[in-house]
């Protein structure tokens, strides 16, 4: 078998990186190879700006932040000759928001995946629960060091227990040596020592040890406390020194200099084994109780140390059954004691010693390893490659429905603009375009089952467009909270939009009374129809008039009209496209399914074979332009997509998504078309994380959508406009499986 594994990689300075290749090392030992790239090849995660001269095992080189080297990395491993995949994991090696950047990678292997999890939160953020779920969902097997951790991914991520597998961290099997040579070679000699080593940071809580030394060396004066490790590289870039500055001042305001010793340097394991071996105790004073894995305390343990410990979870546990002792964080004067009453005993500090060296027997790396190496062949053994099969639109994969965010976010005036996060942000106001599809959704909604919270929101979206309208029939757009107008006339997208949903309350009205209300606005707007410049806005409009028109078909000036805003929309077409650009204009930027729908709600409604004709070969160039390895990947907003240029990637936003959706449906109905439903059904899952970084976009917890997809991850934020492309979406997947149900009979 040949594995490939992704994770840091020494030279680069990072406990991930030591703990990849032990294990690398740890699953040769099990093996009968005898050099690392006959069995492994390395992707290695590099850190910003920064370049190492790597070992021949090392095939691939992912630049942190760049995120194409992700999509290319896994190229690289499909096309390898690697087996399997181990994904060392942990949220700060990895770019983007919470190291959103593997989700692509991850997703487009073709070989199975194994995960080990260095880090698992009790209270992740929305993004880093995404990400775990994500790999959780990818992973053949998820493994743990921790039972802790294994709960926490089961209740917490929701990840199936069946794939979790605990496995202690690794220490190295060095043969040690009699504790007094180890202190004679550190010229420890006489001398009671006291151990802590890692990346300094504040969190290490070493300020704790320092202020309990006083009262212990007071008793014990030969005492001397070692701390071994550089500044975390984070920290140094940030804040430099700052913290080790402060721990030097410390030492010399509690006259401890002869009794405290800082060795700055990042050492071998070998070294490291002899600086554990010529201490008395070990001590990791961290400050936070959420450190699910401390490679440092494994190391301890296994070299038969006796260990005192703040009680963060992997300490709760690789401590248990005497093997070391816990003090309370920042408590000094416990620490004290403790260390008081281990020196004063040397049969306690034996016992701790022995039982930390008898348990630290299982987790030497080859007996890791091979852990590793079964649950290996077990993942490949069980592997079973996709079959292919008739796409159907699976219901269940569909959330709960729900208006809670909605309810949440619209009061007695309309539904507000923008949040932070799914709070409603007053400040903004509301606008005509969100009323607009607030409207169409509430209507939708109560069609399909008579929701009377839909019911209850319908006046207020239709009483706003009713507010905003002018004498002339145009429509204000932007409202401030305290009710003052805040421009005379709105945009042309802001017409066509509430057209549109004037257009389909007129055909679904729920009783005469909101039929009559919304012809008359409709009507009273109709002058402005073909005064209309921009060609989405003529889109927006067209749509609207088709929904009338259903209703009302023998109106013969409507049916003029609507043909000659149809004409405009086929010249366009005419106009710009070309062999390699079927488009409508010269660039495509949002909202981009609008204008094939218009020309497919036409081709319906006025059985237009040219209309249809350009309403498919549009869409076909539309699909080729957002279609990324199968799924939706809407034309980003920084820039646009111009006749020559390249597609931008990101920002995607959800009107974008939800103006497909809506496409393909109405292409099905006009056409018949099954494969239509495909892309419809894809398209959506772009919201429940089937995109380019593999997140969801719809927050299940409140019912909202977040406001868009960026490089770094989602923008958490929850407005209108995505909350309700989302809803529309979703209900228009309904509407096709009762469509097409109907179909089948």
């Known amino acids: 078998m040949k594995i490939a594994y992704i994770g840091t990689y020494p030279p680069r300075e990072c406990g991930i990186g030591t703990f990849t290749n032990n294990l690398i090392k740890a699953v040769g030992a099990n093996t009968s190879h005898e050099k690392i790239h006959d069995h492994a090849t390395v992707i290695a995660m590099n850190d910003t700006g920064e370049e190492y001269d790597y070992p021949e095992e090392v095939k691939f080189v992912v630049r942190q932040e760049h995120q194409r080297d992700y999509v290319e990395a896994a190229k690289f491993i499909n096309f390898s000759d690697a087996d399997l995949c181990i994904l060392e994991h942990e949220f700060g090696i990895f770019g983007g928001e919470s190291g959103v950047y593997i989700l692509p990678l991850i997703n487009r292997l073709e070989v199975p995946l194994l995960v080990t999890f260095h880090t698992v939160l009790r209270e992740p953020s929305f993004v880093q629960k995404s990400i775990v779920q994500q790999i959780g969902e990818k992973a053949s097997k998820v493994i743990v060091m921790s039972h802790r951790a294994v709960r926490y991914l089961e209740n917490i991520y929701q990840i199936d227990r069946k794939k979790i597998i605990r496995i202690e961290h690794g220490v190295p099997s060095f043969n040690i040596l009699p504790q007094e040579q180890a202190k004679k070679k550190f010229n420890f000699q006489d001398r009671k020592v006291l151990f802590t080593f890692g990346l300094l940071s504040r969190n290490k809580g070493i300020e704790t040890v320092i202020n309990a030394l006083p009262p212990v060396v007071e008793k014990h004066p030969d005492l001397l406390y070692i701390v071994l490790g550089n500044t975390h590289p984070s920290v140094l870039k940030h804040d430099g020194e700052e913290y080790r500055n402060y721990l030097v001042r410390l030492v010399k305001q509690l006259k401890l200099e002869n009794n405290v010793f800082f060795t700055k340097q990042f050492i071998d394991e070998e070294t490291l084994f002899e600086y554990l071996t010529a201490a008395d105790i070990y001590i990791t004073p961290y400050l936070n109780e959420e450190q699910i894995t401390s490679g440092t305390l494994a190391y301890a343990v296994g070299a038969g140390v006796a260990v005192v410990s703040t009680p963060y979870w992997h300490a709760q546990e690789l401590l248990a059954d005497n093997r070391g002792r816990l003090f309370d964080f920042k408590d000094s004067d416990k620490l004290s004691g403790i260390l008081l009453e281990i020196l004063d005993n040397p049969e306690i500090l034996k016992e701790l010693r022995e039982n930390a060296f008898n348990y630290g027997r299982n987790l030497r790396w080859p007996v890791i390893g091979g852990e590793y190496l079964k ?68 209507l939708m909604t109560y069609r399909r089952n008579r929701d009377p919270l839909a019911y209850d929101l319908l006046p207020i979206y239709l009483s706003y467009i009713h507010y905003m309208q002018n004498v002339k029939g145009t429509f204000r757009n932007f409202l401030s909270f305290s009710r ?25 009205a729920p009783s005469n009374s909101y ?34 028109l259903r209703r009302h078909k023998d109106d013969e000036q409507m049916t003029a009209v609507m043909k000659r805003l149809t004409s405009r929309i086929k010249e366009a077409y005419i106009a710009h496209s070309d062999g390699d650009w079927n488009w409508f204009e010269d660039h495509m930027s949002y909202d981009n399914g609008i204008l094939p729908l218009a020309l497919f709600h036409a081709a319906d409604v006025a059985d237009d074979s040219e209309a249809l004709g350009i309403a498919v070969k549009s869409t076909r160039f539309l699909e080729s332009v957002t279609f990324r390895n199968g799924y939706q990947a809407p034309v980003g907003n920084r820039g646009w997509y111009h006749k020559g240029g390249e597609c931008p990637l990101f920002d995607q936003q959800a009107i974008d998504v939800m103006a497909v959706v809506l496409l393909y449906f109405q292409a099905y109905k006009t056409t018949k078309d099954s494969r239509y439903n495909e892309k419809m059904f894809v398209s959506y899952m772009w919201f429940l994380g089937e995109n380019e970084l593999n ?15 960026a490089p770094t991850g989602v923008n958490r934020n929850q407005g209108a406009e995505s909350t309700l492309a989302y809803l529309i979406s979703h209900l228009t997947i309904l509407n096709a499986l009762e469509y097409e149900s109907r179909m089948d009979k």
Not at 411 to 433: M, R, S, V
Not at 488 to 507: A, M, N, P, V
Not at 695 to 709: A, K, N, S
């Open 375 to 442: 649950v290996a062949e077990r993942a490949l053994k069980e592997h079973v490659k996709p079959v292919v099969e008739k796409f159907v639109i699976d219901p269940q994969v569909l959330p709960h429905f729900t208006l809670r965010h909605v309810k949440r976010i619209t009061d007695d005036t309309g539904i507000i603009q923008h949040a932070k996060f799914d709070i409603p942000n007053l400040k903004e106001g509301y606008c005509l375009d969100d009323n607009a599809r607030a409207l169409i959704m509430a």
């Open 484 to 508: 003052q107008f805040l421009d005379e006339e709105g945009s042309e997208d802001s017409f066509g939009r509430t057209i549109w949903s004037l257009g389909y309350l007129i055909q679904h």
């Open 515 to 548: 039929y009559e209300f919304g012809k008359t606005i409709f009507m009273k707007a109709a002058p402005n129809f073909e005064r209309l410049e921009h060609l989405k806005s003529v889109a927006n409009t067209l749509i609207g008039i088709c929904y009338y």
């Open 695 to 709: 997140l969801p976009v719809y927050d299940h917890e409140t019912g909202g959508c977040c406001d868009g997809l």
